[in-house]
């Protein structure tokens, strides 16, 4: 690996883990106006439902808090109806002990105001909710990376990979592994068009290493690309090499165009067993492929990794979030689009209606 590349993955670690300490200071800070704001709420929504209130005197509210405490931020009408919205739908789950941490404090204390206002507008689903909450508090996520989460599903792709961790893995360490590693990867964060090449994705994800690692999740740490490993006295070159910090083992990712084929599965077998003799000390854990392909089948994919002795994955991966179908048949197609900007095009505004 040249010194510039190694280089470049160390300052690159360095913004990432300044990043996530800066975002955990935050959390910090903000507990306590947490715990005031859902007082605060909670006190309103309580007094709303004794005396039959609506919502007419919050302008009041809002405007009299700012007048006789104008040094205090954050009363606005839009703000105190999020904090009434936040007492009102978080406090029954704190009542009935329905999540399993509440044992010292309310499981949203730790994310900032701006998180949890995002998450009351964009996931409506309560346990999907705390399970972004979750992730948040475990990784560190800035409130644009949150955004990016909920937008690409990352619930919805934990754990859904092709895998044989069950049979090459301890209990444990295939839960772990299952929970890391997602199907599909969503990186949209390239320019990447048709037709590309395999190392034209790998060079792209390496100079958006950033991105890249965000994507894959919490606890991965880059080691290098086309990696080269001597079996006797031959040179095998691995795409992209990565350790774990959390399954404290070594992870192989191989990029494939197009869909998955069950010689890739051989050949990662390979590769996982020249790691672990060259490479992983005693401490480590077994190494772990990822195949990371356009598209699978996952139950062929299963077939082909079910004799595989060494742990291993397939995953695919999106250059770009595919959209619904409901929403797709809503949209304008490329052809409508261009006929009506060349409809446009020849209009004549009348005088004094141009804007």
Not at 21 to 32: I, L, M, R, W, Y
Not at 101 to 126: A, N, S, Y
Not at 213 to 233: H, N
Not at 248 to 266: N, S
Request: glycine share 6%; hydrophobic share 40%; proline share 4%.
């Amino acid at each position: 690996m040249s010194d510039l590349l190694m280089y470049g993955n160390l300052l690159s670690e360095i913004k990432t883990r300044l990043r996530t300490a800066q975002t955990k200071a935050v959390f910090s800070v903000n507990a306590e106006m947490i715990r005031m704001y859902f007082d605060i709420g909670k006190l309103i929504h309580e007094k709303q439902n004794a005396e039959g209130w609506g919502s007419s005197f919050i302008p009041r509210l809002s405007k009299d808090i700012r007048n006789e405490l104008p040094e205090i931020k954050g009363f606005s009408e839009r703000n105190i109806g999020y904090m009434i919205r936040f007492a009102r739908e978080y406090e029954p789950l704190i009542l009935q002990q329905a999540v399993a941490k509440l044992t010292e404090q309310p499981f949203f204390i730790g994310i900032p105001w701006g998180h949890h206002i995002l998450l009351m507008e964009r996931v409506k689903d309560l346990p999907i909710r705390i399970w972004y909450m979750e992730q948040t508090v475990q990784n560190g996520w800035s409130r644009d990376t949150l955004a990016s989460m909920i937008k690409n599903q990352t619930h919805q792709r934990q754990g859904a990979l092709a895998h044989n961790f069950d049979l090459t893995l301890s209990p444990e360490q295939s839960e772990l592994a299952r929970q890391t590693l997602k199907d599909p990867y969503i990186f949209d964060f390239l320019t990447l068009s048709e037709p590309f090449i395999e190392r034209e994705l790998e060079t792209e994800l390496v100079k958006h290493l950033e991105k890249f690692l965000i994507e894959l999740g919490a606890g991965f740490a880059f080691l290098g690309r086309q990696y080269k490993l001597t079996v006797t006295d031959q040179d095998f070159y691995l795409d992209l090499l990565f350790y774990h910090i959390k399954l404290r083992c070594f992870i192989v990712v191989e990029l494939k165009k197009g869909d998955f084929k069950p010689e890739y599965a051989g050949k990662m077998n390979f590769y996982c067993s020249a790691v672990d003799d060259i490479i992983k000390q005693s401490g480590d854990q077994a190494t772990i492929g990822l195949i990371l392909c356009e598209t699978k089948n996952k139950v062929f994919a299963e077939y082909a990794l079910r004799d595989i002795h060494k742990p291993i994955g397939v995953s695919e991966y999106e250059l770009t979030r595919a959209l619904p179908d409901n929403l797709k048949s809503s949209l304008p197609s490329i052809e409508e689009i261009e006929a009506e900007l060349g409809r446009e095009l020849f209009e004549i505004v009348p005088d004094g209606e141009a804007e």
